[in-house]
């Protein structure tokens, strides 16, 4: 393998255990991150607004909260888990006055470092632990004495030891249960872009909306069409997820396998690559950060517009009866937080 990869034996959970860790955020990384490491005997202290709507939750689950500021005062290691766009102000109201030489910021995406809306100075450590699964699932992994693998990075080193303190971090929430591999901030910002807009989010969403709508268009029952292009797509990517693509296709009958060897390229064709490739090149070039953050400081209008008519697709009618009828199907996602 060309990437180093790093497990429990490789980090000393020691090195976080000796820091106190403020945790800014609550959310989905936020809750995981931090009930995680108190949980591996690490001193957790959280912080959110005032007005925050996390606070209650943060302090049901028996956390300190305090403000983002106080938070940061106290803490040698600040992670920084607010959303991207929240982060640049965040950071010059609250992290950028409390830091002193020693102290450490870490993110779990790179996002603001490799965009440059974030500048620290030189005399504190900056890395990042960015588990590559959504923040729900790496609190339950936790929990089941499991893990889900994340990248780790190091983009300033002022103490010399920031590697093995983001490594001594990923092992307090389990990250090296699975495999910590070592990263860089820009090859993590760049790779998780292009990841949930072409394949994970952007890629399957449209893929299966636009499946359901042919189907549909052409007379079929939406409950037939759903079952088809959304409920057995996690059978399928399970099938990928446990042995790769062959796994799945060994699983598949000669049928299917036959029309997914014959007919797939034809749906993601040259057309649908060079897209990816433009794709790609927006995040490369920052033009996609450029656009998002323009976005937000808009008061998010199209975000606002898109969400709302992906809300009003009709497949998520269809869903929400069939799941309905599916009890073992229905798993809240704000189990922690
Ligand atoms: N979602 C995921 O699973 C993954 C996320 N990441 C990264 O993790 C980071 C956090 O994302 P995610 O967990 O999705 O975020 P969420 O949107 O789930 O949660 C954001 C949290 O930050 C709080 N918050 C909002 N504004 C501020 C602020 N100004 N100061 C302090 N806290 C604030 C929110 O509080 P309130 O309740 O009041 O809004 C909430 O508790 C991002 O960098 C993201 O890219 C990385 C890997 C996966
Ligand atoms: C796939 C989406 C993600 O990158 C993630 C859960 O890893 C995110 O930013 O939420
Ligand atoms: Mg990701
Ligand atoms: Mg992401």
């Known amino acids: 393998m060309s990437v180093e990869v790093y497990y429990d034996d490789d980090a000393d959970l020691g090195l976080i255990q000796g820091r106190k860790v403020a945790v800014i955020g609550y959310g989905s990384q936020g809750h995981a991150h931090a009930l995680s490491l108190r949980d591996s005997g690490v001193d957790v202290v959280i912080g959110l607004p005032a007005g925050s709507k996390s606070r209650p939750k943060a302090e049901e689950q028996g956390l300190r909260v305090l403000t983002p500021a106080e938070a940061a005062a106290e803490a040698d290691v600040i992670m920084i888990l ?25 993110f779990g995406h790179g996002f603001n470092i490799r965009y440059g809306l974030i500048t620290p100075p030189a005399d504190v450590d900056v890395a990042m632990v960015a588990p590559k699964g959504p923040g729900h699932l790496v609190r339950r992994q936790y929990v089941d004495g499991k893990g889900v693998p994340c990248l780790v990075a190091v ?3 002022a103490t010399g030891t920031a590697f093995q303190l983001a490594l001594a971090y990923a092992k307090g929430i389990g990250g090296t249960r699975a495999g910590a591999i070592r990263t860089t901030f820009t090859e993590e910002t760049e790779t998780d872009l292009f990841g949930e807009q072409a394949v994970l989010c ?5 893929l299966v ?3 359901f709508e042919v189907l549909t268009e052409a007379g079929y ?16 990517v399970d099938l990928m997820y446990e042995g790769g693509i062959a796994r799945m296709r060994y699983s598949i009958s000669d049928t299917a396998e036959y029309g997914d060897l014959s007919r797939g390229p034809r749906v993601i064709d040259s057309r649908v690559k060079e897209e990816m490739r433009k794709i790609l090149g927006e995040i490369r070039s920052g ?22 008519e992906g809300a009003a697709h009709p497949i ?22």
């Open 82 to 106: 607010a959303p991207d766009t929240a982060q640049r102000a965040l950071y010059a109201d609250a992290i950028a006055p409390n830091l002193a030489p020693g102290k450490a910021i870490f």
């Open 155 to 157: 983009e300033q080193d």
């Open 202 to 206: 952007g890629g399957a969403a449209a």
């Open 209 to 211: 909306q636009t499946g």
């Open 221 to 236: 029952a939406p409950e037939v069409a759903y079952f088809e292009c959304l409920h057995e797509l996690k059978l399928i």
């Open 287 to 308: 033009e996609f950060a450029r656009e998002w953050v323009a976005e937000d400081e808009a008061g998010r209008p199209n975000f606002a517009k898109w969400r709302a």
């Open 316 to 337: 998520e009618e269809t869903g929400q009866k069939l799941r309905a009828m599916m009890s073992w199907v229905d798993r809240p996602i704000t189990e922690t937080a």
